[in-house]
């Protein structure tokens, strides 16, 4: 069975600095795509950036980037330019050929001025 | 503008009760989900539906039941027979069953048990 690890249950960032979320998986399928969602206090999830496994190049949104190594299945998020409205919970999230989403535990992410 | 809504966003069951969350989108999309987040746990898979008047058990399915008789409603009722159901209940749909393009979700219902 797929399963998805986040190591961080914590981190914190100053602001206007850079953080990166580690995400690792495991899987014995070939073609799947990874997702990073982000909770606010809202509690509403947003969906932040995916990554399709055929592709090797690393998805990018703005200030949000991926670092996807397939061989090591690690997914790790990074967060340039870190703003206060960043603080939030942050998902890791794997698709299964199932069409089943199976997520991280999470990391909390916390933002200092 | 489309969306999910998500009612009530507080619930209150007490004990030996079935509750039904509701889930309605206006997204036109086939496919929609119920997950459970708990503490430090992620969201599990309750029930999923990928078209109409079909729907399959996700991971922790026991004390729960669903219906989808229309395709912009998936409401989530919760029985008695489960027995811890203090949570957070989020919906999510997506298009045609193809999650490879995320979901979108609701803003969920917190149900406690009195």
């Known amino acids: 069975a797929q399963t998805v690890t986040q190591s961080q249950p914590e981190m914190s960032v100053q602001e206007a600095e850079t953080v990166t979320l580690s995400c690792t998986y495991d899987?014995?399928?070939?073609?799947?795509?990874l997702f990073w969602y982000k909770q606010p206090p809202s509690r509403q999830m947003i969906l932040v950036i995916r990554?399709?496994?055929?592709?090797?190049q690393n998805a990018t949104e703005n200030r949000f980037s991926v670092n996807f190594q397939k061989a090591a299945k690690s997914f790790s998020l990074k967060i340039s330019d870190s703003q206060l409205g960043d603080a939030a919970m942050y998902f890791c999230?794997?698709?299964?050929?199932?069409?089943?989403?199976?997520f991280g535990p999470g990391t909390s992410l916390s933002v200092i001025p | 503008d489309g969306g999910i809504t998500q009612s009530p966003k507080y619930l209150f069951r007490k004990e030996g009760q079935n509750v039904t969350l509701s889930c309605e989108q206006n997204?036109?999309?086939?496919?929609m989900y119920w997950y459970r987040q708990d503490p430090g746990q992620g969201l599990r898979l309750i029930y999923y539906?990928?078209?109409?008047?079909?729907?399959q058990k996700g991971d922790i399915a026991e004390g729960y039941s669903v219906s989808r008789e229309k395709k912009e409603s998936f409401p989530l009722t919760v029985t008695s027979a489960q027995k811890n159901p203090t949570a957070f209940y989020l919906c999510?749909?997506?298009?045609?069953?193809?999650?490879?393009?995320?979901?979108?979700f609701g803003s969920g219902t917190r149900l406690t048990v009195v």
């Open positions: 539906s990928q078209i109409v008047n079909d729907f």
């Open positions: 997204l036109n999309h086939d496919a």
């Open positions: 999230a794997y698709r299964t050929s199932y069409d089943k989403v199976i």
């Open positions: 899987t014995s399928e070939s073609d799947y795509y």
């Open positions: 990554q399709e496994a055929y592709k090797q």
């Open positions: 999510a749909s997506s298009l045609g069953g193809g999650t490879a393009y995320g979901y979108t």
